[in-house]
């Protein structure tokens, strides 16, 4: 059985339809005091149950009626309760960076594990290791392969793929590898949360075809920045921009439309409503992946064949 | 140590005014892409800490600040780390009414568990029964004696405590039974969610000065309905109405400015913005209360003496 | 596989009868030195098992034994274990209502989750709070049904559901609407444990056959209270009594004899001696129900269609 | 502060005065259910506190009262709760003998953990394995220095110290050498539960002051047989018999009665009401002990310096 | 699906040839920095996997090597985990002789659970009070069996079985009763610890064959003495030697080729090099009860038919 | 109380001189069987405890010491305990590259915590988000003071800081912007495990002093190969390598006695006996920090200032 959580209904009808499956049937409402409702119409006894709910910018609501819909699932004997969380919640804030911080991304595992979680699906966590924060399984797909076809079909010449920051590079480097690209990464400071700054180039990009590549675009600046910084450093102003999580926070959209990229990939991993929507956006659905991994899970068949 | 949410900043201030002890800092912000950050600014290491933060019509970015700052209390090696929320969220969804339902309250109590509270100090849940909900202390406060004081100074004649509903008689017993007044209780049904349809009065009201006694005032319809009924059944006009917490939901203030209570009594346990506030309206704080339960909770005395 | 305890085997046997499945072998004794030995006969290993065990005056012997089988089958490799217990231990033990109380019925729950329970089958919990004490899946069946067809058969005219006490207004309530009856409930002060005494009719009952309606009769104190205090408020002498629970307690039975009920209905969900029975008693077996439940449980059907 | 449990109240008041503080207040009842009701009368916020709860024959109803009362004493911020068990309730279902038994030792060790105990301080454990049961701190003390001191200051000749089973005849030898007497132990086949058969003397006790040493005197086959078997075998008539628990089912006072044991040595682990007491019986008390050790728990010194 | 560690491949591909299965493949190596690496090469999702891993001299390299291949076995989602370990570590650290010992018989129990194990299969624990150390089921099995069986092919005359300390003579007696022989046992001094002096004969022995029986051969001490020690009292020098577990530490193997044991009969429960092969040394081979045991566990039906 | 593993005596020492305190005693050992054994030869109850054990050659047999120790602790009533690992074990191992790999880093977390710890403190975890992987809490200490400090005294000219692989490159970044010098990183492929290949520098380093900098130095191949790339790439011949963890596996010595850096600087937080130590090897000692950090966390003081 497959639910859709409130935060991206199109993204799970296109999965139950890819499956040839209907969604479930829930009632999930929000009284006028604030408070979230929600609770499976059909019968869950002893069935194995996906519920599909992703992050947005109400991501703190995306949490709370996902852990009531969980609790409600566990009560009514789910058998299996697999979460499946494209952009997962929290994920940047995974590590102590100054003293006291919490570490979001580890709290969020152990609250959907308290709520009733048996298993999470997810794609492109912040980092590798975030898969430790689980005391229970955990498959995090990767975008890579999609993108890998996406730049193989394009056969862009000279191409180089960019990093905007130091710790991407490693990543970038695994792309590079694939589609026989250069690689470059960009020094920067960060002044102030949510503001970017970019600096340095390191790495010869002169009269290449840029490709920055970053797991999630948030305000924007990074790589607005970076293209910038690859232009003075001699790069084709024609230049590419892939990402996995088009979160999009403002004022993302005004500074993409300014910056002109040929083209900016993402994937609906996050729900992109119209207005966030310009030129040159190409948006690669993760559906077809996503009802593939939850037949091969509902199956017991592996699923690394498939995340690669 | 005090720290407060950001739901409820007059509380807890006028909580730590009356302890003559500053309120610890925080640094809280919302990031563009709508998760929170939430830290203390000074040393938490050993230390008892009391945290306070009420339940709005924000509930889930209230409860998910808590979620994050008590991870971060927690990983800051706090002593005790102990919840004030005057105002317990989904405190009403405590049982499968229909089938599948979650019981939120239950969920709330063991989400907080594992984000990292030890003790939590809540007022008048709204049953009895969610302390066995909580699988570690909490302590139950009660404004029973704050509204049989009022009540005794009013010195109201005939005056007769109605509930609402037949569930609440109990409670509307024990206070009529206090302050020597009689009782009476509302029949009704309910037709849909947040909506509400008083009916017959079962008890005697004739001629009486009727104080309705509830525990919330959500939308106002069940109280304003009670008063029509009450005054069919001959009660006299001025009425009084007494809750403890004021959620005042879309349209109760318009209802209760309509219904021309002679007095609305409620506590402080929920913010009350100025536009929510009208005539007939009085406030009584629950600060020296609690600012006594947390001095005693922290010295270790007995805390069922001040809670009656 | 079906267990039964040895608190109430001959509702065991019936609902096993009624399934048309042998009750499976256990060994079940008490030392000289009052130890409960218990263990099953038959291999378990991978196995789906209810264990049948109520409430009964040896309570606490019932709670231990149930306690030692669930080590024994837990250990034995039982794959899920079901506890089926129609009147719930320590129900009416549900809060903190003087200071320092346990709240035993969590801590039933807690025991048997220790023990090995995975699930628990039980009926009319004394609030329905109760399920929240459950971290683990439990269906809280109602006797409801069962009542409401023994009423709507008898077809009673002028009838008044009537709750003992304020709290039970609602449950009343909820019946009178579907037999098309009035409603009536009884203030009342408790002087001391074990002790009641009935007073004021709140309600119509004037010339009207009064049904009290209650889920436990204990000592039967307050339903004896109860019809002395409605046939001084002008009901028909010709009364009913129901009640899921007949637990009977000393000295129930002398009381419920003296007071002439027309007839005092109650389920089997406690096992009821001949020295127990007496004239104008029915009981109404609810091993029908149990067994459908079960069956249901077993093959991952709906439970809510039946309990209503 | 120090509670008693009500199963042995002689040995807790014994306790208390031995350390000169006053037993603090509960009120413990079971009403005329069969329920236990049990909570403490003072305050115990952030206290270290002490339960005193042995096992008589009302095992299932010690073990629950305890339950309880740890549960109210949990629920209402006691710091540390210590339970103190002289003699250890299931101690000897310590293992799976014939399969699909229970291990009731080791699930009263997690029962008393859910229930709320932080420590547990017993006595003798049937066999030292048990510790391992407890996943949480365990003082096992021994009467081992008492009854050492004891035979020593009795100047026994030829005194040999006979276990009554193969199974206790390394903690006989333990005694045996540090009184300087000789070791024997006894063959024996059980016929049926609380039935026993003595049979052949392993070891020399011809003309020998036997001195049978156990841990518990159930219903006293065993060592009532060894005696035949050792006067068979050419022991003195005069012979000795040390138990640390009397626990003294039928018919072991009749038995032992019969016997004639020049004296029959026990502690007063379980309560010994004057029925069960007859000539030639000597109780050591292990009130002082038992103060000592608490005593030195409360002030964390050590306790192995005691119980040697 | 079954998987080997590496302590002991011979045993598992021995299981495996009896069951007819192949080995699953693993990945199992160890860095130059000592640490470990070890994932299973084939999907395991959903299904339930056994891996066989035994105790040897690198008792911690094992452990380690075994929770390693758990946790990866857990993060791939294995349905069942099932840990068979004939020779189970740390098993003589069963209770707390010393002051401030560990149990870390009960530690291997619960950090095997931790690392992902659901079930554990074992033989011969060094007290059967060890399966309570176990939360989660586990199957002792014996070599009981085995060695009974092999007894009664020899059909030695006038045959006394031996436990060479006190504690074992019951252990001892079962065997002796099943295959019609006597029984004898031997006091001991520990000096230190690997070093043991045999001393007194329990028992009669005087012309008889002696078969000395026990659990465990570490350095092989105890029982050499325990041959001189039978052969002073009378016993004919044509001595058996039967034990479950060939642990043999240094100077093991030597003390047993001086004492010229005519038989030394042992399992494979432990791996035996050439080196530590000897003349008269048998080996009965585990595999075909363990490959029955796995068979059973798989398909759900009973063991204790088979370890009797 | 301060207790030492048997890992890295030497620092142990260190941090108990630095603090004016001895080191508490134990008795630590291992059977000839493999088996280790340990316990706390003074009290410990009610005691803050430490307890300082790293990782060496010999990891598996480092925790299971540690383990058995924790054990030991925890059942003699440590109050609290705090594990000291200056170089954590397996920190390399924290995410699943390859499918079905263990996140070994998150499992000795798991099972530190199951075997009794409270606290871990360390240093320079391989990733940051390994804090994550504790549900307790973990102070991850850094060397970059003590670098920073020692190449601030060295004053080189144009220097420039590498990481030997892209990861790294954050990191060093930090480093570079402290001490004001410029910054590159290694392109590598990793041909297979502990085979290492340089390649291309990223980076500006011709004619300047590079400093390659890195948290472990395994078998010496990366950074070796990062030096010929840099000489390659135009670097001073007249190099320096920092790094925290000195793990040294072979062939590191030989690898880097070969390399002639003008000085490889690393702390003590691995033990290095004299075989290991060649000329140019600087070690600073992390002893007085960690006998701070010691102090503080006994204290209840802030540890954030000292870590930086």
Avoid: W
Wanted: some cysteine; glycine content about 6%.
């Amino acid at each position: 059985m497959i639910f859709s959580g409130s935060s991206h209904g199109d993204l799970a009808a296109a999965i139950a339809k890819k499956m040839g499956v209907p969604l479930s049937k829930t009632q999930i409402s929000r009284f006028a005091c604030g408070e979230t409702y929600a609770r499976p119409i059909e019968t869950v006894r002893g069935r194995d149950v996906f519920i599909i709910q992703t992050t947005t910018h109400d991501v703190n609501e995306n949490l709370m009626e996902l852990f009531i819909m969980l609790d409600a699932l566990k009560r009514s004997f789910a058998s299996k309760i697999h979460v499946v969380m494209p952009y997962y919640a929290y994920s940047r804030q995974d590590r102590v960076s100054v003293p006291r911080e919490p570490i979001s991304a580890k709290l969020v595992a152990d609250l959907l594990s308290t709520a009733g979680a048996d298993h999470v699906i997810t794609m492109n966590l912040h980092s590798g290791q975030e898969q430790g924060f689980f005391d229970y399984p955990v498959d995090n797909l990767s975008s890579y392969g999609l993108f890998v076809d996406y730049l193989k079909k394009k056969k862009l010449k000279d191409m180089v793929i960019v990093s905007p920051d130091a710790g991407g590079a490693k990543e970038a480097k695994k792309v590079a590898d694939e589609v026989g690209a250069g690689i470059a990464f960009i020094h920067k400071h960060r002044v102030a949360f949510n503001v970017s700054k970019a600096m340095e180039v390191i790495g010869n990009v002169k009269g290449k075809t840029c490709v920055i590549y970053d797991d999630i675009i948030d305000t924007g600046g990074s790589v607005c920045n970076a293209r910038e910084a690859l232009i003075k450093a001699g790069a084709n102003k024609e230049m590419y921009l892939i990402a996995t999580h088009p979160v999009f926070s403002d004022p993302a959209v005004q500074r993409l439309k300014d910056a002109k990229f040929k083209e900016v990939v993402v994937t609906d991993s996050v729900p992109l409503p119209k207005e966030k929507q310009f030129p040159g956006l190409k948006v690669i659905s993760i559906a077809p992946m996503m009802a593939k991994i939850i037949e091969n899970v509902h199956s017991d068949r592996s699923v690394s064949q498939i995340i690669k």
